[in-house]
């Protein structure tokens, strides 16, 4: 095996630490880098960077490798930050993630490891990557842990970002990886894992999203046209939601739904308009089409239309979809439609496609269509 330098993104958590201990055994040259990416209120209880930066320099140190600190807060705010906050004033749900992959992790990331030297990079995340003899194409692949593949917040990535990178994890799975942490002796070995991108942390959502985007309370309605309550902007709902509505003791006229949960199905942004539907299955949350723009696929090229896979929402299970696409549009839009009715389908999320273990890329859903 021939020894690279290898810069390995080192957040703090056990994924990352078992990553550059696993590069470390097989005799790479391995440099460890923490990003920072959020500095608004970093000193907070939701958001302490300074925290996890203890624990990545106190996991080099047991593995035995360098660890620098670099910011990247800048380019988050204008790459990652300003979309997101577009995209919440427009009444849609962006997946910062996904964005923050393609533009700081793989992009400004990958760029600084390259100034330092490095062959290639590598993360803790549960994909994998193959070369595929036929086509001399890399391919995004999903990694071994179904409960954990991350393939889906990866999808944006391209052929030179996967040439350069290793995902020595997605052989393996969670419980792997913990059981190899604690042999190892690594401090963080039974660390939480984290549950949401660093400037939002732990916190309410709502009380995030109140910094930065004023309250224009409208109509809460039903189906019937009712109005049951008072929303606080169409900015701080999601469809399917279903917690913080604000909707208590309201009977729908039918006996045996009176108990039923309320759930956002509708935003009507012009006349500023919340609607809500009874029941988790109601019509209004099942869809069987949709369209995505800003596509971006891993080969470089769309995939040729046809029945494959898609997945609306990380950790949805796999569902069959034929892809297609308009005669006037390009490459960077397409269609899914469903046989099966999808739930909640969001307009702002991804709709990211598989031919089996290949995630193909994907795109951000701007429509869909309901069932019936």
Request: proline share 4%.
């Amino acid at each position: 095996m021939v020894r690279e330098r290898i810069v390995v993104g080192l957040s703090g958590g056990v994924d990352s630490a078992v990553t550059a201990h696993l590069l470390k055994q097989q005799g790479h040259e391995v440099i460890g880098i923490f990003m920072k990416n959020w500095e608004d209120d970093d000193d907070s209880e939701y958001c302490a960077s300074n925290v996890d930066f203890v624990d990545a320099a106190a996991v080099a140190d047991v593995i035995g490798i360098e660890i620098e600190h670099v910011n990247f807060a800048a380019e988050y705010k204008d790459r990652v930050f300003a979309g997101f906050l577009r995209e919440y004033q427009a009444g849609r749900t962006p997946n910062p993630d996904i964005l923050c992959n393609a533009e700081i992790k793989f992009k400004a990331f990958l760029d600084h490891a390259v100034r330092l030297g490095a062959k290639k990079i590598a993360t803790g995340h549960y994909a994998r990557v193959r070369l595929n003899a036929v086509t001399e194409r890399y391919e995004l692949l999903k990694g071994l842990d179904a409960t954990k593949d991350q393939s889906y917040f990866l999808h944006r990535l391209n052929q030179d970002q996967l040439s350069r990178t290793l995902f020595p994890l997605g052989e393996l799975l969670k419980t792997e990886v913990r059981r190899l942490a604690t042999e190892i002796g690594l401090p963080n070995a039974t660390k939480k894992d984290s549950t949401g991108i660093c400037f939002i942390g732990e916190r309410p959502f709502r009380e995030f999203l109140n910094r930065y985007i004023a309250q224009q309370p409208g109509p809460v309605r039903d189906p019937r046209g009712r109005v049951l309550a008072q929303h606080v902007g169409l900015s701080f709902y999601t469809i399917g939601q279903r917690q913080g509505l604000g909707i208590g003791g309201v009977k729908s006229g039918d006996n045996a739904s009176v108990h039923l949960p309320w759930y956002v199905a509708r935003k009507d942004m012009e006349k500023n308009t919340l609607w809500v539907v009874q029941g988790h299955d109601h019509a209004w949350l099942q869809y069987r089409a949709l369209r995505a723009e800003d596509a971006s696929w891993v080969s470089g090229e769309p995939p040729r239309p046809g029945l494959l896979a898609a997945k609306t929402r990380y950790r949805q299970v796999d569902a069959p979809g034929t892809l297609s696409y308009s005669a006037n549009s390009d490459k960077y839009a397409f269609e899914l439609g469903f046989p099966e009715p999808q739930w909640a389908v969001t307009p702002g999320q991804s709709a990211v496609v598989y031919d089996g273990e290949v995630c193909l890329g994907g795109g951000v859903i701007n429509t869909a269509d309901n069932a019936v």
